[in-house]
């Protein structure tokens, strides 16, 4: 099995708690924002908490050894498959994590560990806000660098007072009390955007926490730009975002599946087709390529990321490179069929070239400027 699908079963300390928890590749690096909260956050048995960015679980895990009824969710599905291991192997139910936003009401407290983009952060505290009852708690924690300073400043324009409980290590603990009456709303949906590239405008639909969500990305933009797909191909769009390359493919394809590893970018995709009434296109929530190991096609086309959190981490975009070579059809030299092609567009500092030489038959550049190139890759035989 590759090493990037093996998971791996850790342990530590909180307090006088042994609690273990599931990592592996891919997962974006929370454990000490999370550790902060189950070391900060007050709680009484009985009482009912909403972890709205649970990552590895290891701070839902902590609050349910203490009696704490906890319900979990994430944007992303390696995240809550990871919670939801963790849950297991310190004998709670997986069933309490679930991937997405539909958080309920009349919660005691909420958690949120700082999420990339203030945007991003805003919008989990508007969500906390209305979940969780007057007189509840909401605690934030996460790294300086990730914006935890802002956080707690827009929290205290939202809720009032916030108290710093705790900091390490250029990290802290913030927590605010609910009022009767919070403060302003704050936008949460979905909304429309026009992106201008290969010709003409394209309507999408995103919101916060969906990459480049407000705006075309050049990478993108040289990528939609560049590749070149033909009517009869059956298209993957991997890390499909906002939906934007899936959308210009299914106006030159055969079929399209697009596929993303969060759920507000699949649903951001899923508008986004609607809004344009494409019939020949379909989203999947899906770690990496997993969720279409079963199939194969014509092309694969992506803007793999670099980051997960605030950190930066490669092993998505190689491992996009190794999902890419196994689902793209292969050579037949019996009826002179080419194989399938990998279109993949990164930063010019970024030389995924030695990444894909080893599992491409040809590997080229398609196109370069001075921030990005494009790479075009012919599957080996």
Not at 46 to 68: F, K
Not at 146 to 159: H, N, Q, V
Request: with cysteine; net charge negative.
């Amino acid at each position: 099995m590759d090493d990037y699908y093996t998971w791996h079963d850790e342990q530590l300390m909180i307090g006088d708690q042994v609690i273990r928890y599931a990592t592996k590749p891919g997962l974006a690096d929370t454990l000490l924002p999370l550790r902060l909260l189950a070391e900060a956050v007050e709680a009484q048995p009985g009482e009912r908490a909403l972890d709205l960015t649970c990552g590895s679980g290891l701070a839902s895990a902590a609050l349910m050894q203490r009696g704490v009824d906890v319900t979990s969710f994430d944007d992303g599905i390696v995240a809550v498959e990871a919670a939801r291991r963790t849950l297991t192997l310190n004998g709670f139910p997986a069933e309490s994590v679930q991937v997405g936003d539909a958080y309920g009401e009349g919660f005691d407290l909420a958690l949120i560990a700082a999420p990339k983009g203030r945007e991003v952060g805003r919008r989990l505290l508007a969500q906390a806000a209305r979940c969780v009852k007057p007189g509840g708690r909401i605690y934030l924690a996460g790294a300086n660098r990730a914006g935890i300073k802002s956080l707690i400043a827009d929290a205290r324009d939202l809720l009032g007072p916030m108290a710093v409980v705790r900091v390490k290590a250029s990290h802290r603990v913030a927590v605010g009390q609910v009022g009767a009456d919070v403060g302003p709303s704050i936008e949460t949906d979905y909304t429309s955007h026009v992106a201008d590239v290969r010709g003409r405008a394209w309507p999408y639909m995103a919101r916060p926490g969906v990459f480049a969500w407000d705006r075309l990305d050049e990478g993108s933009r040289c990528l939609i730009e560049t590749m070149q797909i033909d009517r009869s191909d059956a298209v993957l769009d991997l890390g499909c975002g906002c939906g934007l390359v899936g959308l210009v493919a299914s106006t030159l394809a055969q079929h399209v599946i697009s596929v993303d590893a969060s759920a507000a970018a699949v649903e951001a995709t899923r508008r986004t087709y609607q809004l344009n009434h494409v019939t020949n296109a379909e989203v999947r929530l899906s770690d990496c390529a997993s969720a279409v190991f079963d199939m194969r096609f014509d092309a694969v086309v992506t803007n793999p990321p670099f980051h997960q959190g605030v950190g930066t981490d490669y092993a998505v975009a190689r491992q996009f490179a190794r999902d890419a070579a196994q689902l793209l059809y292969k050579p037949d030299a019996a009826t002179d069929q080419p194989g399938g092609r990998l279109w993949l567009v990164a930063n010019r500092f970024l030389r995924y070239e030695h990444e894909l030489v080893d599992r491409f038959a040809k590997v080229q550049v398609a196109y370069e400027d001075n921030r990005y190139r494009v790479l075009v890759a012919e599957v080996i035989r």
